[in-house]
């Protein structure tokens, strides 16, 4: 069975303009790379959690704040690799520069036997449609699209 994660689209209105927040995954191989690096805050789904749940969870982890609303559902994607991300969307405005991340540790630099800690997120950030569409994963693209659709459809 694929790997599945759930996250969540966050989104606010500007001046009557969708802004999307995404965030820049943390570590050493990401750090120079920006577009088509970014993601919507998701991880995986733990054994008999509820979908839902996993997305809130995780986004709380990578930035560091519970969210609210009125969650939606988007859809599930197939990324490169296999695994599938569920996704929903929901109006929040979460201020970017208090985003506080989860961490990690990894052995780095490679083969040295040294352990070091990185922050799953490193940075978050609110961009306009066309904006996102160029930071984001290109396997998450489709959940803009989507969520615009849904959008017009009410």
Same mark, same amino acid.
């Given at each position: =069975? +694929?790997?599945?994660?759930?996250?969540?689209?966050?989104?606010?209105?500007?001046?009557?303009v969708f802004e999307?927040?995404? %965030?820049? +995954?943390?570590?050493?191989? $990401?750090?120079?790379?920006?577009?088509?690096?970014?993601?919507? +805050?998701?991880? @995986?789904?733990?054994?008999?959690?509820?979908?839902?749940?996993?997305?809130?969870? #995780?986004? #709380?982890?990578? @930035?560091? %704040?519970?969210?609210?609303?009125?969650?939606? +559902?988007?859809?599930?994607?197939?990324?490169?690799?296999?695994?599938? %991300?569920?996704? $929903?969307?929901?109006?929040?405005?979460?201020?970017?520069?208090?985003?506080?991340?989860?961490?990690?540790? =990894?052995?780095?630099?490679?083969?040295?036997?040294?352990?070091?800690?990185?922050?799953?997120?490193?940075?978050?950030?609110?961009?306009?449609?066309?904006?996102?569409?160029?930071?984001? @994963?290109?396997?998450?693209?489709?959940?803009?699209?989507?969520?615009? #659709?849904?959008r017009e459809a009410r």
């Amino acid at each position: =069975m +694929p790997l599945r994660s759930a996250g969540l689209l966050i989104y606010r209105r500007t001046a009557g303009v969708f802004e999307f927040l995404l %965030v820049h +995954p943390g570590g050493p191989f $990401w750090a120079k790379k920006d577009e088509g690096a970014w993601s919507i +805050p998701k991880g @995986l789904i733990d054994d008999g959690e509820d979908e839902l749940a996993a997305a809130r969870r #995780e986004a #709380e982890e990578e @930035l560091g %704040v519970a969210i609210h609303g009125d969650f939606q +559902p988007v859809g599930s994607y197939k990324q490169p690799g296999g695994k599938i %991300v569920i996704a $929903w969307s929901v109006e929040a405005d979460i201020n970017v520069d208090a985003v506080r991340s989860n961490t990690f540790t =990894m052995e780095w630099p490679p083969r040295s036997g040294a352990k070091k800690e990185f922050p799953e997120v490193d940075k978050a950030g609110w961009f306009s449609l066309p904006e996102a569409g160029l930071k984001i @994963l290109k396997g998450q693209r489709a959940i803009l699209d989507d969520f615009l #659709e849904r959008r017009e459809a009410r």
